[in-house]
């Protein structure tokens, strides 16, 4: 035996059963025994730790006495805890151990609460791994779900008991997530037993169950598609339908309620069109609770005092001996009904176009229903679906709509106190600018969100100000730190927001737009100075950037006062500040114009530096990595005079493919399009020498779903293909250097596009 540290903590970990007494210490009541664990247990080495781990999970003799079931729950946490810290190495290095160790354990009948946290960490690890892994153990995996699921549902009807049932349907919800259509194949052993479960579920201590197996009914409906659920959407609609009546008798913490909105989303997706004719069994009791007007009181100090906590009444005191009454049971259900008629909307568009106006009518002064934060988040989340849902009616039916929304919207940014709602509201007004477009403000509108804006930057550098001051106070600590930093991040959040604003303005308005905005100007200016927090030059540039991209070439007039911070700015340690800017750096070669010309020129050896550093692909730096290299193709393709194009080109294609920022990979794979189509002899190489490197960037593009086939540069591609095969020879060697898994990705794109 090691020697031991206090309270019976051991200091190293050398044997199986010193672990297990360790992981009884990571639960232990006492602080500082949970502490000496957690100090040993980090320096165990991962591998040892894993395997320690593994035995305890699956109860394994060694001669010594298997491990107590705390033990063992605590294993399956760790576990749990490992696959989220480590994801996805630690599921592509231990998959075939951590899934058969926690199945065996769901499949042990002995324990619970065992099973629940092995469901748990089951759910958790499936999450991050590869769905090209998951499906390797899908058959045993499931078929003893489906083993467990029986036996749980049994012992549901016998019993009552419950806990291990509640984690199994979520991780079954889990796996039908991940592998999708996969699942095809097991929704006829899977359905029944979910469905049964729902309907046993009455009692008020199975809600939870119950609105955890709606929401895994949902997810296996939406992994199989709606050819295979349509057999029982009929049913599952009127369980659905059965729980969505009992809505106004929810109490306010009922579990079921987050469960139905979700669910209710995805049967809306699934279903399409097709949900239309259960929309007005379930519009008019939404309406009506959505409606509802909570019960308000002015009572005396003494009448508040005589009254129970039960009766569901929250008071403010005034002063005077007088306090503010709201009886808060109901507004749970007006906040969930208000949320799902905004599913509603997004998912049924014009099958929801008769309820247009009436919901509109309803949401727009719940902008300014100050009882309950989440039902002005939905009432602002309702207004761009709404609007598109009012578009197909034509532009003088839109024009109405949006002539009613768009001062109280406006309003609401400027008096709204709560800094989430508040960054819901700044989203839903972008996104309506977005589908209004070009013309929808007037100019008493725009001289009042200017007045807003200006206020919210201003009020940002002031709260920066007076943050630095409390630093200086005596009484500050590190409680006080990181309560200014949460300070903070809210006001980062509502300058990503005033950010989301102006991009609105400027791809709808484009250079029409500018003289409205110089009043806000200096303000952008100063978020990009040298001296200020890096997320302030991040959002700055990100202005900027917009600018250039929809306001060219006009925008060239700011030129001097972004020029140097852009320039400087790709040397930044953040890689968020360094992404701003390369990403600005590129649309000035795309959109910019030839006064642009010298500022690309300069721009490439920097963007260049960035992409060969040592660290450049860390899962930190990527994206801002793959940004300059998209700027380097961008330069190259748009302003090919400013730079030595044979040159560069050759690293151009070894830093190729891009995997992480989507939107710029398509944009290199268009590029290497137009460079392949036009036979660029660089590009090409000698003797075609580079195409079993282009044919693998090709492949590489389909594997991390880069290529759309709605795009038409996957037709590209896929010709690209096509004429190498053409060459027996060369075909076989291209090929020769790919993985199955490209092989098969390379076959997909030749099959659909």
């Not at 903590?9 to 992981?23: H, N």
């Not at 009254?307 to 503010?324: A, I, K, R």
């Not at 007006?334 to 949320?339: E, L, N, S, Y």
């Not at 027996?728 to 390379?746: G, M, V, Y």
């Amino acid at each position: 035996m090691a020697a031991s540290g206090s309270a019976g903590v051991p200091a190293t970990v050398s044997g199986k059963q010193e672990f297990y007494q360790l992981l009884k210490n990571l639960i232990n009541p006492s602080c500082m025994v949970r502490r000496q664990a957690e100090e040993i247990y980090e320096n165990i080495p991962g591998l040892c730790k894993t395997t320690f781990l593994l035995d305890a999970v699956r109860n394994r003799r060694a001669g010594y006495e298997d491990p107590h079931p705390r033990v063992r729950a605590a294993a399956c946490t760790t576990l749990g805890q490992m696959a989220t810290d480590f994801a996805p190495n630690f599921q592509k290095k231990f998959h075939e151990t951590v899934i058969a160790a926690l199945l065996r354990t769901m499949e042990n009948q002995g324990n619970q609460r065992v099973q629940s946290h092995a469901a748990s960490a089951l759910i958790i690890f499936i999450e991050d791994c590869p769905k090209s892994l998951l499906v390797l153990y899908l058959d045993s995996m499931l078929r003893n779900l489906h083993s467990i699921l029986v036996i749980k549902l049994q012992e549901l009807i016998r019993n009552g008991t419950k806990l291990a049932l509640e984690q199994l349907v979520t991780t079954i919800a889990s796996v039908a997530d991940t592998i999708e259509e996969k699942f095809v194949p097991y929704y006829d052993i899977f359905m029944p037993s979910l469905k049964h479960t729902v309907e046993l579920a009455v009692q008020k201590e199975l809600k939870l169950l119950k609105g955890k197996t709606i929401e895994c009914i949902s997810h296996v409906g939406l992994a199989v598609g709606k050819e295979k659920f349509m057999q029982d959407a009929s049913n599952v609609m009127q369980l659905l339908l059965k729980t969505q009546s009992d809505l106004n008798n929810m109490e306010d913490d009922d579990p079921q309620t987050s469960y139905m909105v979700s669910a209710w989303a995805r049967m809306c997706k699934i279903l399409g069109s097709d949900f239309q004719q259960y929309l007005p069994l379930v519009i008019e009791p939404l309406i009506k609770t959505a409606s509802a007007k909570p019960d308000v009181a002015l009572l005396d100090t003494q009448d508040v005092e005589n009254m129970s906590d039960d009766d569901g009444w929250q008071f403010v005191n005034l002063g005077d001996q007088q306090s503010f009454g709201i009886k808060t049971s109901g507004l749970e259900a007006k906040a969930t009904a208000c949320q799902m008629l905004v599913y509603y909307a997004k998912e049924l568009r014009e099958g929801f176009m008769d309820y247009t106006e009436q919901v509109v009518k309803l949401m727009v002064p719940l902008l300014k229903f100050y009882f309950h934060d989440n039902v002005r988040v939905a009432a602002a989340e309702s207004l761009p679906f709404l609007l598109e849902c009012a578009r197909i009616r034509g532009p003088e039916y839109l024009a109405q709509m949006w002539q009613f929304i768009c001062d109280p919207l406006i309003k609401a940014i400027g008096t709204e106190p709560d800094t989430d709602v508040l960054s819901e509201i700044m989203n839903s007004f972008a996104k309506s600018i977005e589908v209004m477009g070009d013309g929808c403000l007037n100019d008493e509108h725009l001289e009042e969100l200017g007045e807003i804006l200006k206020a919210k930057l201003e009020g940002h550098f002031k709260n920066q100000e007076l943050r630095q001051v409390k630093r200086q106070e005596e009484n500050y600590d590190q409680q006080v730190e990181m309560s200014l930093q949460d300070e903070d991040e809210c006001d980062v959040y509502i300058l990503t927001k005033v950010s989301d604003i102006l991009h609105s303005l400027f791809s709808t308005y484009k250079e029409k737009i500018l003289p409205w905005f110089e009043q806000l100007l200096p303000l952008i200016v100063n978020l990009i100075c040298s001296n200020r927090p890096w997320p302030d030059r991040q959002w700055g540039l990100c202005i900027f950037d917009d600018i250039i991209e929809h306001c060219s070439p006009t925008s060239f007039k700011y030129v001097e006062y972004f020029r140097w911070p852009m320039l400087l700015n790709m040397r930044d340690n953040n890689p968020e500040v360094r992404q701003a800017a390369a990403y600005g750096l590129g649309v000035m070669a795309q959109f910019g114009g030839d006064d642009y010309r010298s500022l690309c020129s300069e721009a490439v050896p920097l963007l260049v530096k960035v992409i060969k550093c040592a660290n450049s692909k860390t899962k930190k730096n990527v994206i801002a990595t793959e940004n300059c290299i998209s700027a380097v193709g961008k330069i190259l393709r748009f302003k090919p005079n400013c730079v030595n194009v044979d040159e560069v080109l050759p690293h151009w294609l070894s830093w190729l493919p891009l995997h992480e920022d989507k939107e710029e990979a398509i944009q290199t794979l268009s590029f290497l399009c137009d460079l392949i189509e036009s036979n660029h002899p660089v590009v090409l190489g000698p003797n075609n020498s580079n195409l079993p490197k282009i044919i693998s960037i090709i492949a590489e593009g389909k594997i991390n779903e880069t290529i759309n086939y709605e795009d038409p540069c996957a037709k590209r591609l896929a010709n690209v293909v096509r004429q190498v095969q053409t060459s027996e020879e060369l075909w076989l060697e291209c090929i020769s250097h790919l993985d199955d898994e490209q092989q098969e990705a390379l076959q997909e794109l030749l099959n659909f596009a």
